[in-house]
């Protein structure tokens, strides 16, 4: 019965793409039922500040674009509505977060090298 609906209600070319929906809200229930079953605050005393941000980040960015799924869903154009903004503000911390993370590995990079004594001006990085 509910196959019959669907197939009425919907155009015949995303027949195939909707078992594939399904399985995927599916996942992302699962993901989300797991994520509440730990209190935010536990999971955040075990993590570093750059963790966190980057927790914090992903959770906002998840949650945001499924509001913009829904608008769409809804026949609303999400790039007329201020969650594209809040997506952009997002996506520049998360750049900034991605900048911090480079650079600290960079530095832990560099730090190894001068550990070992190599030179990386010197031919065929011989120690100095």
């Known amino acids: 019965m509910a196959d019959e609906e669907i197939n009425e209600d ?13 399985n995927s809200i599916g996942t ?3 993901m989300l039922k797991t994520m509440m079953s730990v209190s935010r605050n536990e999971l955040l005393k075990k993590l570093d500040p750059l963790k966190q941000a980057k927790v914090d980040l992903v959770s906002a960015y998840t949650l945001n674009s499924m509001f913009w799924v829904y608008l769409a ?49 010197c031919p065929l990085g011989t120690k100095t």
């Open 10 to 22: 919907c155009p015949g070319e995303i027949h195939e793409y909707l078992p594939t929906s399904e």
């Open 73 to 121: 869903t809804q026949g609303v154009n999400p790039k007329e509505q201020p969650v594209k903004q809040e997506l952009e503000r997002i996506r520049v911390y998360m750049n900034r977060v991605k900048e911090i993370t480079d650079k600290k590995k960079a530095g832990d990079l560099d730090r190894g090298t001068a550990s070992r004594g190599r030179c990386n001006k």
């Open 28 to 30: 992302v229930d699962e």
